[in-house]
């Protein structure tokens, strides 16, 4: 009986940490620590690329179209929709409470090898996410 409460016990500690891991301040060094270049975007084409770091504050305000200053630079482009290029992975849980809330997890999610065959890059022979 004994083994039985004490298994019950780590349940609830693990479950609790998993709560409290998504509240500020244990979120913010969950991120601080795992999180570096995580937050990765670009339009479906690949002329538009840019990571944001979270204590450093958005670079873009998130929404799905590709800012003005872009469209003014390249513009002949027709790719104005903006990916981003991370999932929703269930095992990082201090990450849970952003999936629900958080406006990144909102833009279309696309993987960056299909937008690198798309640039015709050689995916085998690099070792970095974006190769300029």
Do not use: A, C
Not at 21 to 28: C, F, V
Not at 51 to 59: A, M, N
Not at 74 to 87: C, E, I, M, S
Request: proline share 6%; no cysteine.
């Amino acid at each position: 009986m004994q083994k039985k409460k004490k298994i019950k016990w780590w349940i609830i500690g693990i479950i609790l940490f998993m709560i409290i891991s998504n509240l500020p301040p244990l979120k913010g060094v969950f991120g601080l620590i795992l999180d570096d270049d995580y937050y990765r975007y670009s339009n479906g084409d690949g002329s538009l690329t840019f990571s944001e770091i979270p204590f450093k504050g958005r670079l873009y305000n998130l929404s799905p179209i590709v800012p003005k200053s872009f469209i003014q630079t390249h513009p002949n482009t027709n790719d104005t929709l903006v990916y981003r290029l991370f999932w929703k992975n269930p095992l990082y849980f201090w990450r849970w409470g952003e999936y629900f809330y958080d406006k990144r997890y909102e833009l279309p999610y696309k993987s960056w090898h299909e937008i690198r065959k798309k640039r015709g890059y050689d995916l085998k022979n690099s070792n970095n996410w974006q190769d300029f």
